[in-house]
Each structure stands twice: as structure tokens, then as C-alpha cells.
């Protein structure tokens, strides 16, 4: 299945197209409504003008009877205007169109008022004004209520409109063609950091982890997470990747040498014909040897087992005293301090209880035991110690023996480390206990740490997440557990 391209600069640009398209559509019509009033305005100006023109005009007639006339000589009436002027008793002093009986009734409603006459339509003004006649008569003159209708089409009118509003969209369009150039442009441009990461990044291959995030990333605040955060990742990948490598190369060579010694003991026990003693005590030697090789595959997969992530919910996590698998770790361990007259006491001010499955606290404990053992003196001794501090848990397991170098320090958890001769083979183990202990605590969120401290020795300390539970319910918990 082809994986679908998708670009951000043509989202980007048709995202701001779209949003320009739309806000100059809704400029659009604002321009629209807007030139529409300013036109009808000046339009509806224009109507009560000529009316009153021709209210101006009406004239009087010089008759006996005092009656008016429409002198339209000094009036400009525009070549399609329809217009009625008439006075009190309906006599009409001048009109121009069709005069139906919809153009009259206008003459009884002042104002403006919009109609269709003959398939156009019109807006018309009604004006009712009063005339008075020779006003300088003794008698005052007479009055004359006049009515002045008269409107024109709306055609040019909306061609005004339609006419500033087509510029406006030309201009528009034009606008967003340079817009949408100029954008394409901007956008490639201020995406250059990102591309510059991603090429960065496309460098590195198992052969070469170095990544450094370009300065154009760090520099943009949107990409600089983004860069610190892709150091960091590769970073981790590189150490793991190498300690992954270092891991099985080491166990390869533990396996190989385990199994090259039960193949020479073979060998030498099968070049020439012994006793039955000498083969019983061979035999016996190629067990011890088969024992060794046995015990470091378990201590392999109980190392692969615990740096699994954790499947189980919270809900179901198990959790134990830890001051009673220190004691167990102790009983286990004692033929080994009997053997060395070794001391070893247990602490412990406050119950314990951590979210750890009880054989995995049990083998933490032991494997720090017998590393204390290891490394103290005859008849020497050893102390563990368990405190609380908040909602944490401090194991402490502490000897009189050489201590640590500081070189040491780093690799010290690494699998298969012997930081001198006396870790070797033989005496020392596989080298895998400190880091099934660190496995341990980093499974529920805790950490170990070894240092020297003032009196001499290895101070080991743990310090592991407490859980406040009532011992019967630790002990029941225990028993699910086993």
C-alpha cells in the first residue's frame, strides 16, 4: 500500500488561502451592503431634491381664480424620472410617464416608496408641501396644498454598486495571486530549520549515532523541544544500543568460556584410560562446571525478565516486607558468613513494605548480601539497615571490606563487571548481581547507589517507593505470591 505524501507547505499556504478567500468574501459583501447604502442615500437625496425643484416651480397662473401652474423652465427632470404634481382638488399642474392608478395612489403616501411600473423598477419620493400666492396681497395671498410625486429607476443605481464592487474583487483577486506567491516563498523559507533537522537527522545509522540538532532548530522556539528532545532520544538509543551490544558480547564470552572448560575437562578425562575415581572426581568437576554454566543462563533470563516493562496494573501490583526478605536473604547466606566468621545484623526501626514481588526482594537482598560477603575481611562484618523517609524506603548494606575505586563507580552495574581480581571467576561470580539489583529498583521506580564510606568499606543504598499496608495484608499477599 502506497503511503500517502503530505506536504505542510500546501496545507500551510491552502489553509491562509482559504482563510484570505474567505475574509475577502466577507469584505465583499460588507463593501456590498456598504456601497448599496451610500448609493441609495445619494439616490434618495437626489429624489427629495428634484421634488422640491418642482415644488419650487409651481407658479401662479395669473388667473381670476388664483389657481397654479407647473413652470418647469428653471427644472432639470432627468430623461426616464416619472413625476406628478398636483394640487388640492387633484388637478394635475404637470406629470411625465405612465400615470396608472399605482402611480396616483403614491400621491396619498408621503415618503419613499418603491414600485413596479411597465416591468421597471422605480423609487419615487411624495412630497405634500403648501404654495402660497402672492403673498404680499392685503389678504395674505392664497394657499395651495400641492403633492409632488416623482422617482426614477433603480437600474443604475445597482449598476453603481456592481460596478465599485467588481474593482474591489478584481483587486482582491489579484491580491491573493501575489499573496499566494509570495506565501509559497515565506513558507519554504521559514520551514528551512525543519528540513535542516530532518537532514540532520537522516544521518544517523547504526554506524554513526553523533546527532547535533542545527542552530536554526534550537533557535525556533516551536522546534527547539523538538531538537532537545531527538538529542536526548538518540542519545538513550546510543547507550542502550551499546550497552546492548557490550551485554552480548560478554555474555557470549561467559557462555564460550563456561563451555570450553566443561569441553577441556571432557576432553582430558576421555585422552587415555583412568581409574574409576579419577572419572568420578572428572565427572564430578564437569558438573560443578555445568552448575556454574546453569547458573549463569538463570541469572541471564532473570536479568531479561526484569528489565521487561511491567505488564501488570496497579491494581494487581504485588508488594512485600521488605525487612522479612532481608532476613531470608540473610539465612540463605549464612553457611557462606560461617565459612569467613562474618557478622551479620539487621536494623530495621519501622516495618517495610514495597512493591516488589517477594522473590525478586529476596534475590535484591541476597545478591547484596553475598556481595558484602565477598568483599569483607575474616571475621569481619556486615550491616544492613531499613529506614523510612516520607513515602520512601532506605535499604542499607554496608561492610568493612576494601571498598570501591572511583573508576569503578560508573561501569559498576554493568553486566558481567569485575572491577578487580578478586571478582573473578571464581570468587567473584558472574558479574551480573548488581545489575539484577538495579533492574530491580528501576522496575518500581527506585535507584541504588554504591559509595566508600568514612569508616571503610562499600556503603550500598536503596531506596525504594513505601507502601503503607497492614503486615496481615503483606502476609496475605506473600502467600499469593508463593
Not at 413625476?83 to 388640492?88: A, P, S
Request: net charge negative; charged share 25%.
Amino acid at each position: 500500500m502506497r503511503m500517502r505524501s503530505i506536504s505542510i507547505t500546501r496545507r500551510l499556504v491552502g489553509t491562509l488561502l482559504a482563510l484570505e478567500v474567505l475574509s475577502a468574501l466577507a469584505l465583499i459583501v460588507a463593501v456590498t451592503v456598504h456601497e448599496r447604502h451610500v448609493q441609495l442615500k445619494a439616490f434618495d437625496a437626489s429624489l427629495v431634491a428634484a421634488s422640491e425643484s418642482l415644488m419650487g416651480a409651481v407658479q401662479d397662473a395669473e388667473d381670476k381664480d388664483d389657481n397654479v401652474l407647473l413652470d418647469l423652465r428653471t427644472v432639470r427632470i432627468e430623461a426616464n424620472a416619472m413625476y406628478l404634481v398636483e394640487d388640492e382638488q387633484n388637478h394635475v399642474l404637470g406629470s411625465s410617464g405612465d400615470m396608472t392608478q399605482d402611480f396616483r395612489t403614491l400621491s396619498r403616501m408621503p415618503g419613499f416608496h418603491n414600485a413596479t411600473i411597465a416591468g421597471r423598477r422605480f423609487r419615487f419620493y411624495t412630497l405634500h408641501g403648501l404654495r402660497i400666492i402672492d403673498p404680499g396681497d392685503p389678504n395674505g395671498g392664497k394657499s395651495h396644498n400641492i403633492t409632488v410625486v416623482y422617482g426614477t429607476p433603480v437600474a443604475h443605481v445597482w449598476h453603481e454598486v456592481l460596478e465599485q464592487v467588481r474593482f474591489f474583487a478584481i483587486a482582491t483577486a489579484v491580491l491573493l495571486g501575489v499573496t499566494a506567491v509570495l506565501m509559497v516563498g515565506v513558507i519554504r523559507r521559514r520551514l528551512a530549520p525543519v528540513h535542516a533537522l530532518a537532514l540532520e537527522a537522516d544521518r544517523v545509522s547504526s554506524g554513526n549515532w553523533f546527532f547535533s540538532a542545527p542552530v536554526s532548530a534550537k533557535e525556533t522556539v516551536e522546534l527547539r523541544p523538538l531538537a532537545r528532545a531527538l538529542e536526548a532520544a538518540l542519545e538513550r538509543v546510543q547507550l542502550s544500543f551499546e550497552q546492548q551490544k557490550r551485554f552480548t558480547s560478554d555474555a557470549a564470552h561467559e557462555l564460550k568460556t563456561d563451555v570450553a572448560i566443561v569441553k577441556s575437562s571432557l576432553q582430558l578425562l576421555s585422552m587415555r584410560k583412568r581409574t574409576a575415581e579419577e572419572y568420578s572426581e572428572g565427572l564430578a568437576l564437569s558438573l560443578d562446571d555445568f552448575t556454574r554454566l546453569e547458573n549463569t543462563v538463570n541469572r541471564l533470563l532473570t536479568l531479561a525478565r526484569l528489565e521487561q516493562p511491567e505488564q501488570s496494573s496497579p491494581e494487581r501490583q504485588s508488594f512485600c516486607s521488605l525487612r522479612e526478605a532481608a532476613e531470608e536473604a540473610v539465612h540463605q547466606s549464612e553457611p557462606f558468613a560461617q565459612i569467613k566468621s562474618i557478622e551479620v545484623s539487621i536494623h530495621s526501626v519501622d516495618e517495610a513494605f514495597v512493591p516488589l514481588d517477594r522473590h525478586d526482594a529476596v534475590l535484591l537482598c541476597a545478591n547484596l548480601v553475598v556481595n558484602a560477603l565477598q568483599h569483607s575481611p575474616r571475621s569481619g562484618k556486615v550491616r544492613i539497615s531499613l529506614a523510612r523517609e516520607g513515602s520512601k524506603i532506605i535499604l542499607t548494606v554496608q561492610d568493612w571490606g576494601e571498598g570501591i575505586s572511583e573508576q569503578d563507580r560508573p561501569p559498576l552495574f554493568h553486566p558481567f563487571y569485575r572491577g578487580d581480581v578478586s571478582r573473578s571467576r571464581k570468587s567473584g561470580g558472574s558479574g551480573l548481581g548488581l545489575s539484577i539489583c538495579k533492574a530491580i529498583c528501576d522496575r518500581v521506580g527506585g535507584s541504588i547507589d554504591i559509595s566508600n564510606h568514612a569508616a571503610g568499606g562499600a556503603l550500598v543504598t536503596v531506596i525504594l517507593p513505601s507502601h503503607a499496608v497492614s503486615p496481615v495484608a503483606a502476609y496475605s499477599g506473600s502467600l499469593k505470591a508463593e
